[in-house]
């Protein structure tokens, strides 16, 4: 069984030949750490088929589905859009912008603590900083919270890539492999991301797995199309799985 593919990762784990150092313990660290001090209680609104979320206190009531709108969390938004207006990676984003961002968010989370959005946002402003262990612990808290959001594809990818970043492959794996699943159970989504199909794909060239780096690239093919910004990208990545393997394409 090959178990760097899917859900299958998820059974059984096995110890990684690929690291010289795995770091394991970067997961079993951030679980455990920046936890609602109040576990949170689950109530399905059946009027607008969305989750709220209520502490054991009843002090905070937050709507899963609805951004919130609090002047702090605005804020935090238009830091975070001048921030990135240039590019999302580490050289082009603006630093400066991006901490005002978490200084907004980080005021938004006061009022609502155990809101998916304002987590995930924090989770992004820490991982385009290159600050993977907060960003994993932000994202981490966000997933806790409601496992199956849509959201959640766009979190576990970039929780498989904190991973890969802290050196943990097994962790990258996994969490690619979450945001996959969760991707397939919403398959009736007419909107679906095609990253963490191409980030596994990268991941399995690399070490080799060139069939199911094959399969998860065409997927990702499928779901960009032909005229999508990242299909050129993808079909080289396809062309080069196909050159270093001898595999004959699917399609």
């Not at 069984?1 to 394991?24: E, L």
């Not at 607008?48 to 804020?75: L, Q």
């Not at 989504?189 to 080799?208: D, G, I, T, V, W």
């Not at 690239?217 to 799985?241: C, H, L, M, R, T």
Request: hydrophobic letters at 30%.
């Amino acid at each position: 069984m090959n178990y760097y593919s899917g859900s299958q990762y998820k059974q059984t784990a096995p110890v990684t030949p690929f690291i010289t150092k795995p770091v394991p313990s970067v997961i079993n660290k951030v679980t455990t750490t920046n936890k609602p001090t109040t576990s949170p209680v689950i109530v399905q609104n059946e009027s607008n088929n969305s989750s709220t979320t209520t502490n054991r206190s009843g002090k905070f009531t937050v709507n899963h589905g609805v951004a919130p709108t609090s002047p702090e969390f605005v804020i935090g938004q238009h830091h975070l859009s001048e921030g990135t207006k240039f590019g999302k990676s580490p050289q082009k984003v603006d630093r400066m912008k991006i901490f005002a961002a978490i200084c907004s968010f980080t005021l938004a989370l006061e009022s609502e603590p155990e809101h998916i959005v304002i987590l995930g946002r924090l989770g992004f402003c820490h991982f385009l900083l290159g600050e993977y262990v907060k960003s994993f612990s932000f994202y981490k808290r966000a997933t806790a919270l409601d496992p199956e959001n849509p959201l959640c594809e766009v979190y576990y990818n970039d929780m498989g890539t904190a991973c890969l970043k802290l050196g943990d492959i097994q962790g990258a794996y996994f969490y690619y492999g979450q945001a996959i699943e969760l991707i397939e159970k919403q398959a009736y989504r007419s909107e679906q991301s095609s990253y963490p199909f191409k980030n596994r794909a990268l991941l399995n060239k690399r070490n080799h797995f060139f069939k199911e780096a094959l399969d998860d690239i065409e997927k990702a093919i499928a779901i960009e199309g032909k005229y999508g910004s990242n299909y050129p990208f993808y079909q080289k990545v396809k062309d080069e799985i196909c050159w270093a393997s001898g595999l004959t394409p699917s399609v």
